[in-house]
T-cell receptor, first 111, second 113 residues
Framework: DVKVTQSSRYLVKRTGEKVFLECVQD?????MFWYRQDPGLGLRLIYFSYDVKMKEKGDIPEGYSVSREKKERFSLILESASTNQTSMYLC??????????FGPGTRLTVL | TQLLEQSPQFLSIQEGENLTVYCNSSSVFSSLQWYRQEPGEGPVLLVT?????EVKKLKRLTFQFGDARKDSSLHITAAQPGDTGLYLCAGVRSGAGSYQLTFGKGTKLSVIP
């Protein structure tokens, strides 16, 4: 069975904190993605990676960075969290077939 | 930027009714996917349509890709409470980075028993 796991389901942080969101997939997929999902705005792509140590900006990369040191792990980093980064964060992975397999999401609240 | 517009945004119907959800764009997509997302979970792929005019059926769900590959529809027959969720369409972007998807904002469906 395909499995994408995210390190936390719920996370509460304070403004200015550095936040790490971890995503792990066990399917040997080349491509991994980070999205945020907000009511009325849908899913928006933050960053994606098509190989180890490779990364590309998505539609809304400002305020975020990513790291992919191993094929199975893709991390999203908020260098200095702000209240407008309160959101649901979804990680996905895909092979070359373009189907994306999503994790359960991390609901991040920044106070 | 390739955009996908979904309608309606919200839909609340009684069990047993039929419904159609639409996904429209001014851009051509090489293929289009439909996902369903249940509360507290990530989206799960339902179907991928690739050829213009293609129709795919998944039990009571019928998916159609427009002839010009710019739009798609999802029709549910005799809706059940288990169909409740957020339905998302996603188009595969053309060109470089072809593994990126453009998502619509979704249709939130509630089926009342």
């Amino acid at each position: 069975d395909v499995k994408v796991t995210q390190s936390s389901r719920y996370l509460v942080k304070r403004t200015g904190e550095k936040v790490f969101l971890e995503c792990v997939q066990d399917m040997d997929h080349e491509n991994m993605f980070w999205y945020r999902q907000d009511p009325g705005l849908g899913l928006r792509l933050i960053y994606f990676s098509y190989d180890v140590k490779m990364k590309e900006k998505g539609d809304i990369p400002e305020g975020y960075s990513v790291s992919r040191e191993k094929k199975e792990r893709f991390s999203l980093i908020l260098e200095s969290a702000s209240t407008n980064q309160t959101s649901m964060y979804l990680c996905a992975s895909s092979p070359t077939t373009r189907t994306q397999y999503f994790g359960p999401g991390t609901r991040l609240t920044v106070l | 930027t390739q955009l996908l517009e979904q309608s309606p945004q919200f839909l609340s119907i009684q069990e047993g009714e039929n419904l159609t959800v639409y996904c429209n764009s001014s851009s051509v997509f090489s293929s289009l996917q439909w996902y369903r997302q249940e509360p507290g979970e990530g989206p799960v792929l339902l179907v991928t349509v690739v050829t213009g005019g293609e129709v795919k059926k998944l039990k009571r769900l019928t998916f159609q890709f427009g002839d010009a590959r710019k739009d798609s529809s999802l029709h549910i027959t005799a809706a059940q409470p288990g169909d409740t969720g957020l339905y998302l369409c996603a188009g595969v972007r053309s060109g470089a980075g072809s593994y990126q998807l453009t998502f619509g904002k979704g249709t939130k469906l509630s089926v009342i028993p």
